[in-house]
């Protein structure tokens, strides 16, 4: 079972306002033999360790900002991240996906870090969560 970027579909509510995305939490693999427990400790280190990787130019986290679009963790503690940034050109393009895997990779029980960085579908600012809308004052 993966996690990725379709559960970030816009859901319309009354005066045609729009809910922030739910954000990505990590999945196991179908069939997966990490215990539950396991997977909730690592699903929240995991997430705890995206929220530490910030834009530089964007005063909210990478978790927040919805530049996160799947997590999978497999049976061996093996993360695979795929993530995007806010644009094509972002000056920290080469720099980001590192330290995402530095910030993960120090989570306890993560063995190792693989981040794939895509621009399909690209970022637009509805995948941002409430909390990064605060943070900008966008509300």
């Known amino acids: 079972m993966t996690q990725d ?9 009354e005066d045609d306002a729009v809910l922030a995305p739910e954000p990505v939490t990590p999945s196991p693999a179908e069939g997966s033999a990490l215990p539950p427990e396991e997977l909730e400790r690592l699903s929240e280190g995991i997430i705890a360790a995206l929220k530490t990787v910030h834009d530089p130019e964007i005063p909210a986290d990478i978790y927040e900002l919805g530049l996160i ?6 049976d061996e503690r093996n993360v695979t991240i795929d993530m995007t940034l806010t644009t094509v050109g972002c000056p920290v393009a080469g720099e980001m996906p590192g330290w995402v895997e530095n910030a993960v990779s120090a989570v306890e029980g993560v063995k190792g870090v693989t981040v794939n960085l895509t621009f399909d579908p690209p970022w637009d600012m509805s995948r941002m ?11």
């Open 5 to 13: 970027f379709e559960n970030f579909d816009q859901k319309p509510v």
């Open 129 to 139: 969560s409430e909390e990064a809308r605060i943070a900008l004052g966008m509300f």
């Open 69 to 74: 679009y799947k997590v999978d963790v497999d």
